[in-house]
């Protein structure tokens, strides 16, 4: 199956720094999400991106399907913004994500105070 | 917004007994999922279900049964416990490619301990 990898896998920032996290995978994919998981356990989608730029607000995806990897970037990053952040990917061959996504093991970021 | 629902978000169960995990969703989605996350592990499939008393094996269903009786709720079986499936339990829920993207949704979760 797909293999899907993370970097960096912890990150501690100041509040108000920007950062970038990369995701890279193994085979062509026509789904891609980020997650944002908050301390209480819960899932958030992010995006929903197998392709191409999206921004919502502070935070912007890309996924660059041909060289096999995606950016998530937070921007002036606040200490709700801490948690830990997953990439979930569907390959072409296993109807999009319909028999459940591949998740990578994520990037705990930490913003500080 | 979509809407999944986790019956139980704490539950501390002894070895041997019989676990029934429920997750009700309430926007028609046509898939459901059952993961586990594990520190280190990250989020591992259990099953899925495409339609209703359709289900199928993710990467990791030995020990555990599912139930899609109704198109809203899949259910999550622990036959009898062990104190290796200790462990958080995600429901997510997807509309289904024939409606567009295939967007997931998780609950809340359900954090299982089993003494």
């Known amino acids: 199956g797909i293999q899907v990898e993370q970097s960096p896998p912890d990150l501690i920032l100041q509040e108000g720094a920007n950062s970038t996290l990369r995701c890279n995978f193994s085979?062509?994919?026509?789904?891609l999400q980020w997650f944002h998981q908050n301390p209480w356990g819960q899932l958030i989608n992010l995006f929903y991106?197998?392709?191409g730029t999206k921004q919502n607000g502070r935070l912007s995806a890309t996924t660059v399907a041909t060289e096999r990897y995606s950016l998530l970037y937070i921007s002036s990053s606040q200490t709700t913004d801490s948690g830990v952040y997953f990439c979930?990917?569907?390959?072409?061959?296993?109807?999009?994500?319909?028999?459940?996504?591949?998740f990578g093991k994520g990037t705990h970021l930490i913003i500080q105070p | 917004d979509v809407k999944v629902t986790q019956s139980s978000r704490y539950l501390v169960k002894r070895t041997g007994e019989k676990v029934f995990l429920e997750c009700v969703q309430d926007?028609?989605?046509?898939?459901m999922f059952w993961y586990r996350q594990d520190p280190g592990l990250g989020l591992r499939l259990i099953y899925f279900?495409?339609?209703?008393?359709?289900?199928e094996k993710g990467d990791i269903p030995e020990g555990y049964s599912v139930s899609r009786e109704k198109k809203e709720r899949f259910s999550l079986i622990l036959e009898s416990a062990s104190t290796n499936q200790t462990s958080m339990y995600l429901c997510?829920?997807?509309?289904?490619?024939?409606?567009?993207?295939?967007?997931?949704?998780f609950g809340a979760g359900s954090r299982l301990t089993v003494l």
């Open positions: 279900s495409y339609d209703v008393k359709m289900k």
């Open positions: 085979d062509s994919v026509n789904n």
């Open positions: 991106i197998p392709s």
């Open positions: 979930a990917v569907g390959g072409m061959y296993s109807g999009g994500g319909a028999d459940g996504l591949t």
């Open positions: 926007m028609d989605h046509e898939n």
């Open positions: 997510a829920s997807s509309p289904g490619t024939s409606t567009g993207a295939n967007v997931l949704t």
